[in-house]
């Protein structure tokens, strides 16, 4: 299997413009999360999917992000308008399975820069 | 919520010295706690974990030690090599619960 895949791995925009990161977990996971990274505050869950279906979305920090999981191999986060404090290394995770061993597996992420 | 601390923050050592990272949880139902490494642009990957029905638990060069009275657990690395440098994630979680807290991480740098 290829991993998790997440797109772009680098995204540089400015401020109010949209922005949206793309992720395909490993086939057959039941589980997806959208974690976001940075120095000052670490691996933050921002939401977690269950078999397509948001469970927990209390880590998105504003309305201005979203997310969504259309079908069992896609998922998108989507920040509108940007500012730059949403500047950071955005990772998707996917885990489940008929092995679940409550691994995580991580894309190697999307660095994103609000200029 | 669970509250997962993590020391030291940076840890340079050896090529073929030992390092230890150590965590405290906060969250006495916590059972489960695994170990990431997360290599420069990659994402983190598990590399070790314990649940709490062990105290030790070990994969070649690596063990993690877990003490559920004090809340502690460790991360040991023995016989360094320079491809062990890494920034280190511990993470703890209650039973039958997809979220984990992560500590703050530690940049290990395995000098030649």
């Known amino acids: 299997d290829a991993g998790v895949i997440q797109s772009p791995r680098h995204e540089v925009t400015e401020m109010g413009q949209e922005v949206t990161l793309r992720c395909k977990p490993i086939?057959?996971?039941?589980?997806l999360f959208w974690y976001r990274q940075t120095m000052m505050r670490g691996l933050e869950l921002l939401i977690y999917f269950n078999n397509n279906v948001p469970i927990d979305d209390s880590g998105m920090p504003e309305d201005r992000f979203s997310a969504k999981m259309p079908n069992a191999s896609f998922s998108t986060l989507k920040i509108q308008p940007s500012e730059p404090r949403d500047s950071a290394v955005y990772f998707c995770?996917?885990?489940?399975?008929?092995?679940?061993?409550?691994?995580?597996?991580f894309g190697e992420g999307s660095r994103l820069t609000v200029l | 919520g669970e509250n997962v601390e993590q020391h030291p923050s940076t840890l340079s050592v050896q090529e073929g010295d030992s390092a230890v990272i150590k965590c405290t949880y906060s969250?006495?139902?916590?059972?489960?706690f695994p170990w990431y490494k997360q290599e420069l642009g990659k994402g983190p990957q598990l590399i070790i974990d314990i649940r709490s029905n062990v105290g030790e638990k070990k994969d070649q060069r690596i063990a993690v030690t877990l003490n559920k009275t004090a809340k502690h657990f460790s991360l040991h690395i023995t016989e360094t090599q320079p491809e062990d440098s890494a920034v280190y994630f511990c993470?703890?979680?209650?039973?039958?619960?997809?979220?984990?807290?992560f500590g703050a991480g530690t940049t290990v740098t395995v000098r030649a």
């Open positions: 086939s057959g996971h039941n589980s």
């Open positions: 993470a703890a979680s209650r039973p039958n619960d997809y979220k984990l807290s």
């Open positions: 995770a996917s885990s489940g399975g008929s092995a679940n061993t409550g691994e995580l597996f």
């Open positions: 969250d006495s139902a916590s059972n489960y």
